[in-house]
C-alpha cells in the first residue's frame, strides 16, 4: 500500500519540479490555485461529483461549480455551475445539492441524472439548510436549519409620525452563548431537524425548542434502515449555556416526532452513524472533561439505548469520520497521528488495522455500494487531489485530478523536511521545515518560525502557499507542534492544562528554532516568527519572554484572558478555560496573559486582526498595541477589512496583503536589509 502512494507522490514531484528554466513561486500564483472539494462517487461506482472551487479576480471571491468525472477521473466536465453538498439519492438516480436561489438564499434542490437534467428548487426558507442526508428508499430527504426565536423583551415606541424612517429596534442578547465568527448574532436561534419529500413540498419539523439538535459537530444525521427514525447528536432540553459541552445521542421517529434518548453516560456524545443492519449506532464521546481539551473514544450502543461499549481508545487522536462496514460487523475511522491522516478499521472487539498509510493527509468522503471509496488526498509540497482506492484493504490507489499541475509546472520546487527533536522533560517534538529552492545547506538563510493555532490541533502533511512562497523567497520556514497539539496523545495535548501560553509550549517551540539553527545553515541573527489564532498567542507570549527574534507578526491574537469573555463567540469555553474562574482566582488568568507581560517585550511586534473578527475580537489586538506602543517597542496594528477569524479567507486580496505586510514588517527588522 504504502508502495503505490510513494509512486503517485514520486508522479507528482516530477510535476511540480518544472522544467530546467524554473522560475520561483510568485505571490499572484495564489490567484490560480483552485480547490477540489467534497468528492461524492455514485451508488453504482460508475460516477464521481465534486466541486471545483476557484478564485474569480474581477470579483475579488471564490467561486465554486459542480463537476463531475467517470470513477477512472476520464471525462472530467463541469455539471452545474453553482451549488456546492453535493449528496446522491440511495439509486443513484438523483442528486441533493445546496444552491443560492434567484433571491440569493442558499436552498435545497434536486437535480435528475438522466438525459434531461431536470433541476427542481425543493425549499424556499429563510434559513441555510444543512446536513442533507436522503432516507433510505429516497422519498425524503432530512437537514438541520436555524429556526429563530422571537423575544417578548420589547417596546413600541409612541410619537413616531406616519413615514417617518426611525432606527431599527435593538439587537436583544438573552443567551450566554448569541454570536458565532463568520455568521455574527444568533440570539435565540437554534438547529432542528427538517423532513421535506424529494419532491418538494412543505417541509416537516421534526425537532422543536430552546435547544440544539446537533451541537456544531459536523452536521451528521443518520437514518435507521427502515426509514422510521433519525439518529443524531445534541443537548434536548433548555440550558442557559453553562452546558454547553455537554451532548447526548438521540433518535426521533419520523412520523410521531418522538423523541428518545439513547445515552446517558458519555456527556460529550457525538456523530452518530447507524449500522447498515440497524441494529447498533457508532459515535464518539469523552466522559470526563478536561477543561481545554477532550479525548474522544469511540463507542457503540444498542438501537433501543441498551448495551453501549466502548470499541477502541487511548488513540493518538480522537477518531473520526466513522463509517460502518457493509456487514455491520466493523467501523472504518479517519485518525490524525503525528501529522499524518490515514484511514484504519476497527472491528467490534477493538481489533485495529490499518487501510492506507503514509505521510499524506488523507480524508474519506464517500463510498459506492461496491465498497470504492473516494477521497481527497494531499501532503505537504502537493495540494489536495481527488483519489480512489478499495476501502476494504486501501488497494487499487489512484489519483484521478491534478488540478494545479498547470500553475505548478515551470516553478522552481521548495522542499519539505520532516524531523524529530528534544525539548524539556523528556518530551520528543516533530517539526518539518520548508527548503528554499535549490537548497545549498553550505549557506545561511533567515528563518520564519510559524505557529499553529488551536492550541488543540496540529500540523499536518497538507499544503501551505505561505510556507512554500516564503521558502521562494530564500527562507527557511520552521513549524512545528509542540505540547497542546494533538495527533501524539491525550497526556501530549493536555500537557498545557492551566498553563497555556506558558513554558511548555514555549520550550518546544524554542526547541525547535534551536535545533534548526545547530543544522547549520540558519542564520541565528535573522529569525522571525508568526501565527494565527493559538500561533498569534504564542506569538505574543514569545516576544514577552525572549528578544532572539528581529521580528515577529502575531495575528488574530488572544492578549488578555479575562477581556475575552463575554466578546468572543467561545465565551463557555474560555470561562472553563482555568481551573478556577477569574473572579475565585485571577492568578492564572493574569499570568498566562500576554498583555501582563508587556514590559519585557523588545521584539518589533506587527498586530493583525479582521474587522469582524468574533472568534479573537479585534479589541485583543489593539490592546497589546496601545500597551506597546505607550512603552516605546516599535509596533503596527492592521485591521484587515471585511474579515472573520483568518485574516485572509473571506477575499483574495486580503490573503495577498497578508502575505506581504508580513514580509514587508520582517523586511523593515532583517539586518540584510538594514540599507534598503
Known amino acids: 500500500m504504502s508502495q503505490k502512494i510513494l509512486a503517485v507522490f514520486a508522479a507528482c514531484i516530477f510535476i511540480f519540479a518544472g522544467g530546467v528554466n524554473a522560475a ?12 477540489v472539494l467534497d468528492p461524492r462517487i455514485s451508488p453504482d461506482g460508475k460516477h464521481i461529483i465534486f466541486t471545483r472551487s476557484h478564485i474569480d479576480k474581477m470579483k475579488d471571491r471564490n467561486s465554486a461549480s459542480v463537476w463531475i468525472m467517470n ?11 453553482r451549488g456546492g453538498n453535493v449528496r446522491w439519492s440511495p439509486d443513484g438516480s438523483r442528486i441533493a445539492f445546496i444552491a443560492p436561489d434567484d433571491a440569493g438564499k442558499p436552498q435545497l434542490f434536486i437535480r435528475w441524472m438522466d438525459a434531461e437534467g431536470a433541476v427542481s428548487q425543493v425549499t424556499h426558507g429563510t434559513e441555510r439548510p444543512n446536513g442533507v442526508s436522503w432516507s433510505p428508499d429516497g422519498q425524503d430527504i432530512a437537514f438541520l436549519s436555524s429556526v429563530p426565536r422571537k423575544t417578548d423583551f420589547t417596546v413600541k415606541l409612541p410619537g413616531k409620525p406616519a413615514g417617518a424612517k426611525w432606527q431599527d429596534d435593538p439587537l436583544v442578547v438573552e443567551d450566554l452563548l448569541w454570536q458565532r465568527d463568520r455568521v455574527g448574532p444568533t440570539n435565540g436561534s437554534w438547529n432542528h431537524i427538517f423532513v421535506v419529500t424529494a419532491d418538494g413540498g412543505t417541509p416537516r419539523q421534526l425537532t422543536n425548542g430552546n435547544w440544539n439538535a446537533n451541537r456544531g459537530r459536523g452536521a451528521n444525521l443518520s437514518w435507521t434502515p427502515d426509514g422510521s427514525k433519525i439518529v443524531f447528536d445534541g443537548l434536548a432540553e ?11 445521542i438521540y433518535s426521533v ?45 469511540m463507542y457503540v450502543v444498542g438501537m433501543d439505548g441498551s448495551g453501549q461499549r466502548r ?28 501529522g499524518d491522516r490515514n484511514i484504519h478499521y476497527t472491528n467490534l472487539n477493538g481489533k485495529i488495522r490499518d487501510v492506507t498509510e503514509g505521510d499524506q493527509n488523507l480524508r474519506l468522503t464517500s463510498v459506492s455500494d461496491r465498497g470504492i471509496a473516494v477521497g481527497l488526498q494531499s501532503d505537504a509540497d502537493h495540494t489536495p487531489d481527488v483519489v480512489r482506492f478499495d476501502l476494504s484493504d486501501g488497494d487499487n490507489f489512484a489519483k484521478l485530478t491534478s488540478v494545479n499541475a498547470d500553475i505548478f509546472d515551470g516553478v522552481d520546487k521548495s522542499e519539505t523536511i520532516e524531523f524529530w527533536y ?7 517534538v516533530q517539526g518539518w521545515a520548508v527548503l528554499p529552492p535549490n537548497f545549498d545547506k553550505s549557506k545561511k538563510y533567515p528563518l520564519i518560525l510559524s505557529i499553529h493555532g488551536g492550541p488543540h490541533a496540529m500540523y499536518r502533511e497538507t499544503y501551505n502557499f505561505m510556507f512554500h512562497h516564503f521558502a521562494a523567497q530564500g527562507y527557511v520556514v520552521l513549524f512545528t507542534n509542540p505540547r497542546g497539539s494533538t495527533g501524539y496523545g491525550e497526556d501530549f495535548a493536555a500537557a498545557i492544562e492551566d498553563i497555556y501560553p506558558g513554558p511548555r509550549d514555549f520550550a518546544d517551540l524554542m526547541g525547535g528554532v534551536d535545533y534548526m539553527i545547530d543544522q547549520g545553515y540558519v542564520d541565528a541573527d535573522r529569525t522571525f516568527v508568526t501565527g494565527c489564532s493559538g500561533g498569534g498567542i504564542l506569538t505574543a507570549w514569545t516576544v514577552t519572554q525572549t528578544d532572539r527574534f528581529k521580528a515577529a507578526v502575531s495575528r488574530c491574537v488572544v492578549s488578555d484572558w479575562i477581556g475575552m469573555v463575554g466578546t468572543s463567540d467561545s465565551t463557555g469555553w474560555m470561562l472553563n478555560f482555568f481551573s478556577k474562574p477569574f473572579w475565585e ?13 508587556s514590559e519585557n517585550v523588545k521584539t518589533p511586534t506587527l498586530f493583525m486582526s479582521g474587522d469582524r473578527d468574533i472568534r479573537t475580537p479585534d479589541q485583543q489586538a489593539k490592546q497589546m498595541y496601545a500597551v506597546l506602543k505607550y512603552l516605546g517597542v516599535p509596533t503596527k496594528f492592521l485591521s ?16 495577498l496583503r497578508l502575505q506581504l505586510y508580513q514580509k514587508k514588517w520582517f523586511d523593515m527588522y532583517d539586518p540584510a536589509h538594514a540599507d534598503d
Open 24 to 35: 520561483p513561486l510568485q505571490l499572484e500564483t495564489y490567484l490560480d490555485i483552485e480547490r
Open 71 to 81: 470513477s477512472d477521473g476520464s471525462k472530467a466536465r463541469q455539471l452545474m455551475g
Open 238 to 248: 433548555e440550558d442557559p449555556g453553562q452546558r454547553f459541552n455537554e451532548s447526548y
Open 253 to 297: 421517529d419520523v412520523a410521531s416526532k418522538e423523541i428518545k434518548q439513547l445515552t446517558d453516560n458519555s456527556i460529550g456524545s457525538s456523530s452518530p452513524v447507524v449500522s447498515p443492519d440497524g441494529k447498533m449506532i457508532a459515535f464518539v464521546a469523552y466522559h470526563e472533561t478536561i477543561m481545554s481539551y477532550k479525548h474522544s473514544n
Open 311 to 338: 470499541v477502541i481508545g487511548d488513540l493518538a487522536a480522537s477518531p473520526g469520520g466513522l463509517r460502518w462496514a457493509f456487514n455491520s460487523r466493523g467501523i472504518y475511522f479517519e485518525l490524525d497521528k503525528e
Open 422 to 428: 528534544d525539548s524539556t522533560e523528556g518530551t520528543k
Open 585 to 597: 482566582d485571577p492568578t492564572q488568568w493574569y499570568e498566562h496573559s500576554a498583555i501582563m507581560h
Open 640 to 655: 484587515t477589512k471585511g474579515e472573520y477569524h483568518g485574516n485572509g479567507r473571506v477575499f483574495p486580496s486580503n490573503y
